[in-house]
Nanobody, 123 residues
């Protein structure tokens, strides 16, 4: 089992920045990829970004490329999502998740999920 706790969400004006953190505990040796997903009101959950264990592989959904940066600190078992130039359409609950599969961005291939943290971007 892997437990995930997200933090760092909040309310920010358009153009602002936030950094999300996700701390993992438990059987973290089984984790290959850590990722971020988000779910906006009335919509399904969508992939945002993911990073491999060595941080040698990262992947972003097109809408956040150039604005969001994913990173991880394996010593702290923590993954981060730096979000810059935020837009109102980035408003969502952001979820951290882990997968034992390398290079995946598919929700069904993520095994463990955090409880989510709310990000609200105002105009």
């Amino acid at each position: 089992q892997v437990q995930l706790v997200e933090s760092g969400g909040g309310l920010v004006q358009a153009g602002g920045s936030l950094r999300l953190s996700c701390a993992a505990s438990g059987r973290t040796s089984s984790v290959s990829v850590m990722g971020w997903f988000r779910q906006a009101p009335g919509k399904g959950r969508e992939f945002v970004a993911a990073i491999s264990r060595s941080a040698g592989w990262t992947y972003y959904t097109e809408s956040v490329k150039g604005r969001f940066t994913i990173s991880r600190d394996n010593a702290k078992n923590t993954v981060y999502l730096q979000m810059n130039s935020l837009k109102p359409e980035d408003t969502a609950v952001y979820y951290c998740a882990t997968s034992s599969r390398f290079g995946t961005r598919y929700e069904s291939e993520y095994d463990y999920w955090g409880q989510g943290t709310q990000v609200t971007v105002s105009t």
